[in-house]
């Protein structure tokens, strides 16, 4: 039998109306939804299904948004393709995703993950306000050019790095944002196609999200976590771990971490996955695909 993968979007992903359709119908996807709402204490459903679309944009709420979503689209997957479970060999979500992937293979409970989530939001969202900073996707340049513009542009005391190493040619970079601007002129004169400034509330994935770290750690101490069933690739290594005590360290490290997305499906790849499904709202993951390796096809589910 061919070997599957499951992928999971990440913030950015979010889109007003997410999750109308499944709830509608689906039964099983609209329980997920309303598990959430009492979990949460708020109306995440009416959140996602109506808005405001932005509220919905805010990190402590996009990033429950997109979690729920992709839960209560597996269950999509669960109805009308049940026989491909059997073929799961990996699991892995971007960012945010990877908790996604982590409760689908079994190591965090669906009500653990989304309060570790919702904690995970909100404490990011608190560092995002403390410093003026964001993140940007650099199109049309080699990785290590990308690289070198980031150190060429940020001055003394100013973050600025490679966020996401997601695909030939599209590398997210994070940081203060007066380094963002130098950065972006920069890469312009060096030959770069475009730079596009991303919808987020902060610099992920560099040491300017250290803040969120003691909430972090502290809401996955409350949480338990057992051995995956499913491998998961992990983000900041694009490698798998199944020590219980090891994946909370790497959830708590991947904050302040880049995203080895391209080398995470270039793993998965090599070690035979044939397709992949991405489960959760847009094709983001499937487009960066393509730019990854074209021959291995990729359907969405959501």
């Given amino acids: 039998m061919a070997k599957l993968a499951l992928l999971f979007p990440g913030q950015g992903a979010q889109t007003l109306g997410m999750g109308k359709d499944l709830a509608n119908q689906l039964s099983a996807s609209r329980e997920v939804f309303s598990k959430a709402d009492e979990i949460l204490g708020y109306s995440l459903s009416e959140l996602c299904f109506e808005g405001p679309e932005a509220t919905l ?13 992709s839960i209560a689209a597996l269950e999509k997957l669960k109805a009308e393709m049940p026989a491909i479970f059997d073929d799961i060999a990996f699991t892995a979500g971007l960012s945010l995703g990877e908790y996604t992937a982590m409760a689908v293979a079994g190591s965090l409970s669906f009500e653990d993950c989304l309060r570790v989530v919702q904690c995970r939001g909100d404490a990011m969202q608190a560092s995002s306000d403390l410093v003026e900073s964001g993140m940007a996707s650099v199109l049309g ?63 992920f ?37 199944s020590s219980p005590d090891e994946l909370k360290k790497i959830l708590v490290s991947q904050v302040c971490s880049p ?24 094709t983001t993951l499937k487009g960066i695909l393509k730019r990854i390796d074209r021959s291995i096809p990729c359907e969405n589910i959501g």
């Fill in 57 to 69: 944009h805010h990190t402590n709420r996009s990033q429950p948004a997109l979690f729920v979503h």
């Fill in 205 to 241: 994935h560099t040491e300017l999200m250290r803040p969120a770290v003691p909430l972090l750690e502290s809401a996955l101490a409350k949480a338990s976590l057992v051995p995956p069933q499913i491998p998961v690739v992990s983000n900041v290594d694009a490698n798998i771990h």
């Fill in 259 to 282: 995203v080895y997305w391209e080398q995470s499906i270039r793993f998965m790849v090599e070690q035979g996955v044939e397709k992949f499904y991405e489960v959760g709202t847009g």
């Fill in 141 to 203: 340049m080699e990785t290590e050019a990308v690289e070198q513009v980031c150190i060429d542009a940020r001055e003394e005391g100013e973050v600025l790095q490679v966020a996401n190493y997601l695909c030939p040619g599209n590398i997210a970079i994070s940081g203060h944002n007066s380094a963002i601007e130098r950065a972006s002129q920069l890469a312009s004169e060096r030959g770069a196609f475009r730079v596009v400034r991303l919808k987020v509330a902060g610099a």
